[in-house]
């Protein structure tokens, strides 16, 4: 088991449905990560935060909200989803570089299996 | 957009086999590759390179960086089931974010007893 972890593992949830992914990391670090890996498609970064301020924003739909109220916790938001969102959510964290560290060894939690029905 | 790709896409072998995964790249200036080990679900770091030539050893794993050629390779020698898993290459480009890694769809490996 890593430093990483996620709740719930597995969600069904429905178009209209409003949900949240949960990511914690035990490792001290302070940047975390939203990943999306779909099927036969690379992973996908999503969000970043680093230091609690959000960095990096891949061109998201607003459907997907990130929420980081502190080093250790992150959040995703869900509200009327497509399926094609189905996919396995990944967070990760690191060091940040800027404060010492290298933000490239990130470690992953195991993910939330997603299905939109 | 940075491309990376993997191959084999998926390869079966026998325990004991040596095998070698490729991971090809477009872009000719960047900071540094990574190399992850994704069984299950949470992706596990292994190896990150930087400069070319200089092997990253790590038990009965091994990977180099040919920045001239454009790839990198990941050895695993004497291969056992618990190595069974995808292996993910990534690459962190030298312009744009300071955080994005660019991941290939990764390799399948299996290894049967």
């Known amino acids: 088991e890593t430093g990483v972890t996620q709740t719930p593992r597995h969600l069904v949830m429905g178009m209209t449905n409003k949900k949240s992914l949960k990511c914690e990391q035990h490792?001290?670090?302070?940047?975390m990560y939203w990943y999306k890996q779909s099927a036969k498609k690379p992973l996908e970064l999503m969000f970043v935060?680093?230091?609690?301020?959000?960095?990096e924003n891949n061109s998201v739909p607003s459907r997907f909200s990130p929420e980081c109220p502190n080093s250790s916790h992150l959040f995703l938001h869900l509200h009327t989803l497509q399926p094609e969102d189905s996919a396995l959510y990944l967070c990760?964290?690191?060091?940040?570089?800027?404060?010492?560290?290298?933000?490239?060894?990130?470690?992953f939690g195991p993910g939330t299996r997603l299905t939109v029905t | 957009e940075d491309k990376v790709v993997q191959s084999p896409l998926s390869l079966v072998v026998h325990e004991g086999d040596t095998v070698t995964l490729n991971c090809s790249y477009e872009?000719?200036?960047?900071?540094?590759l990574l190399w992850y080990k994704q069984e299950k679900k949470a992706p596990t770091f292994l190896f990150m390179l930087t400069s070319s030539g200089i092997e990253k050893k790590s038990g009965r794993l091994s990977s180099i960086l040919d920045k001239k050629e454009l790839f990198s390779i990941l050895n695993i020698t004497a291969t056992q089931t618990g190595d069974s898993a995808v292996y993910l290459c990534a690459l962190r480009p030298l312009r744009g974010s300071n955080y994005k890694l660019t991941f290939g769809k990764g390799t399948l490996l299996t290894v049967n007893p």
């Open positions: 872009v000719t200036n960047f900071r540094s």
């Open positions: 490792l001290g670090h302070n940047a």
């Open positions: 990760a964290s690191s060091q940040d570089g800027a404060v010492g560290g290298s933000p490239y060894e990130q470690y």
């Open positions: 935060y680093s230091l609690e301020e959000r960095v």
